[in-house]
């Protein structure tokens, strides 16, 4: 006779009613956006590029030709802005405006939460006599004092009214988006301490021209200025608006706190620099000439390796300039993309087990005679120019490998370096064979042998051809945090949310530090009756012996390596509230002093901000784990927990003890491996609160971050096995979070 089983009809019900829940209703409109239709009449680059940028040729326009010429001057020489300047410029900026539909003005500055801040105000005023006219003077130009107190400044803001200062930097030009000028500005305190990245930015472009002009004019007298360049790689990846607001952990901390991998990712590479899928595409082109307009010279886009990660990069502009558009296309990404019904992911390790996101921050000089430092050149004495600032280069990031860590470093860049093609945490510089062997024969050579002057005074380099290391600038090491690619230095441990402005400006205090010792002991040889380019080369030959430790081809994941690091003496710290701390070394102090990049008071309230932001990451990201956990994981286990008890408890009823104990084992299995991981879940849980609590007391800054990394993160990543386990296991129709299959694959 054979068995019927019987089933409560009410646990089917309850069970088709799970399956309607938020993941599954995200999905369904994941699936529903179409790319969006984009206009692209008259939109080419030569047509639209910065029209709504107030640059050099819109001034001639709107500013008389007597003021223009002082604005002109003031900008190219690092000149104070007067009064009566401003009052002039200003007349024309809002004219300018205004005809493109300005309504409001805002000073766009860069505080230190690692963003941009904008407050608007009307050009709406009374005059005298209580009639309404629209105003916008000078001294909103020259100085304003904007209600922030409320952004971290480390202590430096510490009266009762905490403000900051804010005033143009004219070597940024104003632009305008939607109904409001935007004016490029620093933020500085009452007593002028730097409160943003822009300031100290601006410092060391000064610092690095005038030691680098010093250097560079042993070579050639009509160098004038030297200009710092920076080309920046932007990373980033994108999730569909409906997927993202169904994960909590995306919406509140910019990255998944669980999920289990994908049975495919990247490992077929498939996605890399392959056909951009339709809707990416739509928005990369409404995002390209939003950017154009603003002047942003964006070049480049692709896919990376990750599923649904692309790339986005421009040409390579001033640094000052090329740090501020990598602001604003940040910002500007976020919006175009909601227009496509995305968000964009710009935290450094959205996903686990994939390739993170970077901005590798591509460095160079050029002097005002059209010439690349640190590019080869054609003849003997070119590449000793070159070599020269190579080496000092190499020397400034051996001397200083421990601050160029700590710029970069933060709780989100942690998660990505080490990991998934991303550079390790330890600082070195690949140069590629060529270029090792042409310095090696450098250090090997004689003074009088390696430099060669004859009758005619012509000189020879006797360390083979330099020209050649052009054939090495396809040598690519990602496991190198710092490169040679051929005419560049490629700082590529830059987080992809990371402002370049704090790496820039530590690679140049470092440099101009560097140069101005060279200098200064190549001079000391000149005075002892030394020609001037065997002393060069003397100095660059014994530089090439001190700083050869940070040189490192090989593999930076092993650890061999790190062992090896750790011998040579590099910085070898993985914990960023340690790395940190690099930034009041006394040598980092006395760094940042002499080339005015940042005082010591400016140098400790960045730690203290950094220290303070690593915590406050942390405290978020474990009680958004907490709150997902609780109401979200265990939930669904426990559901499909009673399903498989109810399950057993039928088939009992209806076998008998023998045949039911068989038939009943793989699901008794799965019933207690549930079990051991929900209560695994619940202890984590427990246990992260109390020490989250426990570090949350403590006062010292540092010491509270420190806690948070080596108390609250472990337990958090144990916590996301434990659930990452779970969601093996547990009946899919029963799971609520967007699982990384369709936050990865839908676009």
Known sequence: MQLKLKFNPIILQNQRKMTNNIRFEALKLA????????????????????QNVFTREKMKEYIAS?????????????KSLSRDIANSVAIGMKKWATELGATHYTHWFQPLTGGTAEKHDAFFDFDENGKPIEKFSGSVLYQQEPDASSFPSGGIRNTFEARGYSAWDPSSPAFVIGDRLCIPTIFVAYTGEALDYKTPLLRSISAVNKAAVAVANYFDRNVKSVTTYLGWEQEYFLVDEALFSARPDLLMTGRTLMGHYSSKNQQLDDHYFGIIPERVLAFMTELETEAQKLGI?????????????????????????????NQLIMSLMEQVARH????????????????????????SLGTNTGVNLVAPGKNPYQNLQFVTFLVNVLKAVHRHNAVLKASIASATNAHRLGANEAPPAIISVFLGTQLTEALAQIEKADVEKGIIINAKKEMKLGVGNIPEILLDNTDRNRTSPFA?????????????????????????????????????EVDELMEQGEAKERALFAIIKKYIGECKDIR???????????????????????????????YLSER???????????????????????????????????????????????PAAKRYQKTLLEKVAHVKQVFDNEEAKSMNEQDCLLIRRIESHASAII???????????????IENQRERAIAFHDTVVPVMEEIRKHVDELEMWVDDQLWTLPKYRELLFIR
């Open 683 to 697: 202890a984590g849980v427990d246990k992260m609160t109390g020490l989250r609590v426990t570090a949350n007391h």
């Open 588 to 634: 980092a102090v006395k760094m940042f002093g002499i080339t005015g990049v940042l005082s010591p008071a400016e140098l400790e309230s960045r730690c203290e901000v950094k220290w303070e932001n690593y915590s406050l990451k942390l405290q978020i990201e474990s009680r958004v784990l907490g709150d997902l956990v609780i109401n979200h994981v265990l």
């Open 340 to 363: 496509h019904h995305f968000r964009v992911l710009l935290h450094e390790k959205p996903y686990g087990g994939v390739n993170g996101s970077g901005k590798h921050c591509n460095w």
């Open 31 to 50: 699936w529903g956006h179409k790319p969006v239709e984009i206009e692209t009449t008259n939109k080419k680059a030569n047509v639209i590029f910065a």
């Open 297 to 325: 010279p964006v070049k480049t886009r692709h896919n990376e390796v990750a599923p649904n990660q692309f790339e986005l990069a421009p040409i390579y502009e001033e640094a000052n300039l090329g740090s501020d558009h």
């Open 66 to 78: 007597n003021i223009l010429e002082q604005l002109f001057d003031i900008m190219d020489n690092e």
């Open 484 to 520: 040679f690619t051929g005419n560049r230095f490629e700082f590529r441990a830059v987080g992809s949310s990371a402002n370049c402005a704090a790496a820039v400006l530590a690679l140049n205090a470092a440099v101009a530090e560097q140069l101005m010792m060279f200098k200064q």
């Open 552 to 582: 490192f081809d090989g593999n930076g994941y092993s650890d061999e390596w790190k062992a090896e690091a750790e011998k040579r003496g590099l910085d070898c710290e993985t914990s960023v509230p340690k790395i940190i701390d690099s």
